[in-house]
């Protein structure tokens, strides 16, 4: 509870910040960062799930330049570019903090630029990514933590119809983790089809019945093809019932509150997308990232993994929600999504500081 406190605290003296239109918000923005990269990399790795593998592979098992070769085969995961990453980091020191400091620093680095093209509040966006996907993603899902920031620049190449960019962008995160795939279609999606809200509420009302009725379906078509998709046996029925039982189903607290974001962020379109140009790219995303958590809700990891990627973007929807209040209302705006927020911090903490 005191971390959680100490998070609260924090936010609001970024909302101080964001309110009184310091100029050197960029600046603040990136010393946050810096500090959340450096307290990711410096974490005891034999506290945290996932960590003690990467550790244990970087020292043990990965090649220096001098000694590469495309035979390589990498150690406690499957992706060729994150075991070249690791190889050039090896190459200097074979110390898995360094590693670990270096990586997440470059994660931070790209979230920096991402929060400064996408947030209309950057250092609420910040704090809303922080609730949610640090101690996740920083700390034990390393992989899927920098492939994602990769990936959130990409959304800028949507708009641009670039599709060149997207498409190389969308590889360099594929290389880092595999379920950066599911990007694909976002942008024919939103390049040759016009989602309108109507698509949004009745794409969700699908989802809800694919999610309480259509399990056995779903379930069929997971395992039938967890081996073509790359999906680890650990996170299917492939791998025992235990992976499937682990989901909480249509219990898990955050399909509703991605529903509620979702609805609300629909519900203003007229409002917010003349102040941001990357409204239906975001909005169609996180639609896309809704459906994925409710229609595969029985597998815990599967769908939290597969779906976070692009509820990344709550670090520029939540900011929007906030910016649709009239400055005198703005400031308690800001205060209940500090709560909301220290909340969502304290559910995804609790079990780590107790």
């Not at 070249?84 to 470059?106: A, M, Y």
């Not at 947030?119 to 034990?140: D, E, K, Q, T, V």
Request: contains cysteine; glycine residues 4%; proline residues 2%.
């Amino acid at each position: 509870m005191f971390v959680t406190v100490l998070f609260f605290i924090f936010y609001m003296i970024a909302v101080s910040f964001e309110t009184k239109g310091i100029k050197n918000r960029n600046q603040i923005l990136a010393l946050a960062c810096v500090i959340f990269a450096i307290m990711a990399g410096f974490r005891d790795y034999y506290f945290w799930p996932d960590a003690l593998v990467y550790a244990w592979s970087f020292q043990f098992h990965t090649s220096t330049l001098a000694d590469f070769s495309f035979s390589d085969t990498p150690h406690g995961y499957s992706e060729f570019g994150f075991y070249f990453l690791q190889v050039i980091v090896r190459t200097f020191t074979d110390n898995p903090t360094v590693f670990f400091v270096l990586l997440s620093g470059v994660t931070f680095y790209f979230l920096y630029k991402d929060f400064k093209q996408y947030s209309i509040f950057p250092l609420i966006g910040l704090f809303a990514y922080i609730s949610r996907f640090y101690f996740g993603r920083h700390f034990m899902q390393i992989r899927a933590g920098i492939a994602y920031a990769i990936l959130m620049l990409s959304i800028k190449y949507i708009f641009e119809k670039d599709w060149k960019r997207y498409f190389f962008i969308v590889f360099i995160a594929w290389m880092l983790h595999r379920s950066a795939i599911l990007a694909i279609p976002l942008y024919f999606v939103c390049n040759w089809v016009k989602v309108k809200k109507w698509h949004v509420y009745l794409a969700l009302f699908f989802s809800f019945l694919v999610g309480i009725f259509g399990q056995g379906v779903v379930h069929s078509l997971v395992e039938d093809n967890a081996s073509d998709l790359n999906v680890g046996v650990r996170y299917t029925d492939a791998g025992g019932e235990k992976a499937q039982l682990q989901g909480l189903g249509m219990r898990n607290p955050m399909i509703y509150f991605q529903c509620l974001i979702l609805l609300l962020y629909t519900f203003l379109e007229k409002r917010l997308a003349p102040i941001n140009k990357y409204y239906y790219i975001i909005r169609n995303a996180y639609l896309y990232s809704t459906m994925i958590l409710i229609c595969f809700c029985t597998y815990k990891v599967l769908s939290a993994r597969s779906s976070s990627m692009y509820a990344t973007l709550e670090f520029a929807i939540i900011p929007s929600l906030i910016y649709m209040f009239n400055k005198k209302n703005r400031i308690f705006a800001f205060f209940v999504t500090g709560i909301i927020l220290a909340a969502i911090f304290y559910m995804y903490t609790k079990e780590r500081f107790v």
